[in-house]
């Protein structure tokens, strides 16, 4: 297994239609270099599955070519892909074994006996389930079934692996740790992932890109970090993170600074990410986090505004704020350890440097 | 006009609630044709003189026997009347589960008095059997096979002769009638068939006989097989009751004949259950006097062509009811058709049956 | 238990004071007999309709009162006769057949016994029916060997006197022996003569043809089924509406519509004469045979073995297959090794529910099996409405019963009842 390459994935001006009225995948164009752990990340509809399923030969595509490792697969069946899958409920087949169950892609391709048992075990010790190989799997716990459906997927040496949505089913410390299981598993092997989920959090943990889908298209593809800190338009900001929206126009842009006027007056300097001209109507982003208390007067942006609500939350306080006519304004104070004078009612200044808010297409 | 209607729906009511009060009684035949001759020459006369009585028809003879043991053991007759084949009626006699009845004292004599016993004759083949028809069991043929060059068969033997009058044959699915028409065509003289028959070779004799023709065969287990089989002319020739061939013939103009040689006559008449409550039983047997006398037995002959069973009604014999044509020519009675006739041993197989069934049924299965 | 060994004497009380085993004893029983009143209609109809008539059925199998109810005296007068000794019974069982019958023929209870002993020997019938008729006219004073044997040679008959014997006990084993072609000669038990064996080669023809009517239901079911559960729920409803159509017709006429189609010159044979596949002379025989019995029955238990089937193919999640295709496997093993397991229960529920319900067959059968291709159930209703020999049909329908029982544990044995589901 420690030999394996990634496989490189190409998806060109793919569409997909079900009904032949409306398109659920609009011209996809997706460039995939081996030994990448992508994820398509996405609301439900938002056709990541639909991509997914055509790359795994499950679906046609009514348009475009995939392919794989430079060569086109529209027409090659799935069992000839060579691609290994973790479904969402693992589909372990409920007859057989654990054994059973990873034996089966090797039988299936003829593999010897003796090779197939130790390939078989090697796969087991990987997610360390050497002990289980007679048991059925309803005899596992949920965990142990997907680290079963995730060895079945390796076993036979598959150069891309798809998963949908493989810890859906786990309660979230589980998740969390398989999150980290499977990105060790990606890293030792090489392997190419793509990987979907609707899990923003699982996204940014384990991918080295993230593709954002909503409504059939690709939002931003980039990596965790880019995403979070520049995002490109206002879905992918209020997808990824948590994320302070304010409703304004612009009315002055220089370089890539923009200043915006709020609905109440207030002017604020941004970024300019994705508005055009003077007159725009635009939504600011702002991550929670980066707003400040204390420095306020020295920052780029000065508003003030009234405490309303404020949760204690061990290692940061979530204080609700209303500014400038947004009573949703959140900001998160890292817990110092230190008493701090705010109180609810309180009307005090709030700042934040330039670069830390972003204008961005309009959202109502 | 208002007042008028409801005093006319009033009496409408009065005239359904007497007729509600009216004693029921249950009589059972074998449907069809068959059953609306009766009803047509016994049962709407009779209720008609009599409109206190209520006849309800059931369709169940084909399994009276049977019912009418169930019955008995539960302890509960709801049948006052049942129309059975003579074999039946010896059976249920045997079995106690129809009463005796004295021909002489309960039916009506004929008009010129000759007593009713007399009248029926030989035909009272049990004390609880009340003869209504004579019918019987004979060959019917199409008329238009190819393969037979114009040869029409002509005696009973045309069955078992395979290479003049190729094609598929149909026979009933029990021995009766069969093994005499096999010995019959095997040499064996008339008044001898059932003596031969008594023996083991006899009926391997027989057997041997019915195998020449076994496979081009199709048994039958019900009397419309044969007249269906023989509409779609998947066999040329068969045996069934001749009423059944009768309609096939004259109502449905399908191009086949009778053979009537060898025909085999048999009875279909009445039986009252044993166990009947007094009135009832009064009841019945009045009905009984009724639809038994020999007008009666003649009418029925108007709607189907099966012979009245008493002497006296042959010559009162007329026309059908619709076709309007005359029905002695199609009786199995009338001389022209009677030349050659079998008749058929009640005592000898109410013996031999359960034995013989069993060989014929192991046969079959073969 | 650790309970009651701590505190044993401290039992625990409600409020009230009385006993909590009490008081829960009775809080379930009011449940219990709530329970057991909603379900009393059903158990009695149950217990009514279908416990008592097999239990009914079982009995009379064996039970043979009949010959000692009507014969008392003969029977006890017979018991110290041998019957293998090659001579007649002497005077004084005559003189107790004499006045056995006297009160016998005033209850008219003589030519019942008369047809149950010619199930046994033929011609014993007619024997009580005629001597029926003389035993009121026989002199009292004269010995009655001599007027029995007038009034009918049988009576001189060993044979005679040696089924009345062996039929005189309460309960006998003759109608199951009479099941199994077999009965009890001079030497012991016997297999009856050849060209009366027709049993057992019914019990095997049903048996054999009964699989061979599940294996074809299951060839056409399968199908059917798959697609029924693969296809979205619209047009599957729409599918399933025509798999039950044939519950909606009269079984007559859908017998009936097989004829028109199979017979030689029926429909199908018309039109493979008129595509030229076979000869006019050469018309296929598919119906009054085995054929026809196959054919009409799999139509009328399709039903049957679909429904079973589509339940547990509908819980079957299409991921397996699209995994194990995923894994290289072709489309047909995807199919055999990962669906085909899973469908199993569904297989074992309508094979099942397929071949009991065709065992007890007969109507169909009946209607289009010819001489070849009718079952045991044909000969079980013959017996019941036409020969009367209830005995004998509740022998077949008992050993019918134990057949299907058997099957039933080696199905146990081999697949698991527990490997069935209906739905």
Known sequence: MAGTRGASVVYDSVQKSYDGESLVVKNLNLDIPPGEFLTMLGPSGSGKTTCLMMLAGFEPATHGEIYLNDKPINNVSPHKRGIGMVFQNYALFPHMTVAENLAFPL?????????????????????????????????????????????????????????????????????????????????????????VTHDQTEALTMSDRVAVFNDGIIQQLSSPDVLYEDPQNSFVAQFIGENNKLNGKVIDIQGDECKVELSDGTHLKADKVNVDSIGDLTTISLRPERVEFDDAVSMDNVVSGKIEEMIYLGDHIRVRMNVAGNDEFIVKVRNRGEKRALSVGDTVKVGWARNDCKALDHVA | MKLKSVILAGSAVALTATSALATDMTIVSWGGAYSASQNNAYHKPYMEANPDINIINDESSNEAVAKLRAMNEAGNITWDLVDVVASDAIRLCDEGLAMPIDADEVLAPAPNGTPASEDFGDLIVSECFIPQIVYSTTFGYRTDVAEWNGKTPEDICAVFDLETFPGKRALEKRPINNMEWALLCDGVAKEDVYNVLETEEGQAQAFAKLDTIKDQTIFWSAGAETPQLLADKEVVMGSTYNGRLFSLIAEEGQPVAMLWDAQVFDIDGWIVPEGLPEDRKAMVLDYLKFATDTQRLADQAKYISYGPARKSSAPLVGKHAELGIEMAPHMPTDPENAKNTFLYNYEWWADYRDDLDAKYQAWLSQ | MFMSETAPEQLLTTHDGRSLKVSLARALRREKLRALFLIAPLLIFVLLTFVAPIADMLFRSVENGIVEDTLPQTVNALASWDSGSGELPGEPVYAALHSDLLVAVKEKTHTRLGSRLNYEQTGISSLFRKTGRRVKRMDDAAPFKEQFIAADDKWADLSTWQTLKQFSPRYTDGYFLAAVDAERGPDGIEMKPADEQVYIYLFGRTLLLSVAITISCLILGYPIAYLLAALPLRTSNLLMILVLLPFWTSLLVRTSAWKVLLQQQGVINDFLVWIGLISNANRLVMINNQTGTIIAMTHILLPFMILPLYSVMKTISPSYVRAAKSLGANDWTAFWRVYFPQSVPGIGAGAVLVFILAIGYYITPELVGGTSGIFISNRIAYHISSSLNWGLAAALGTMLLAAVMILFVVYDKIVGIDNVKLG
């Open chain 1, 107 to 195: 039988q299936v391709r003829n593999m010897n006996k003796a090779e197939q048992q130790e390939k078989v075990q090697r796969a087991l010790e990987m997610v360390e389930l050497g002990q289980f190989g007679n048991r059925r799997p309803a005899q596992l716990s949920g965990g142990q079934q997907q680290r079963v459906a995730v060895a079945r997927a390796l076993v036979f040496d598959p150069e891309l692996v798809l998963m949908d949505e493989p810890l859906g089913a786990l309660d979230k410390q589980l998740r969390e740790q398989m999150q980290y299981e499977i990105k060790h598993i990606h890293e030792n092997l090489g392997v190419t992932v793509v990987y």
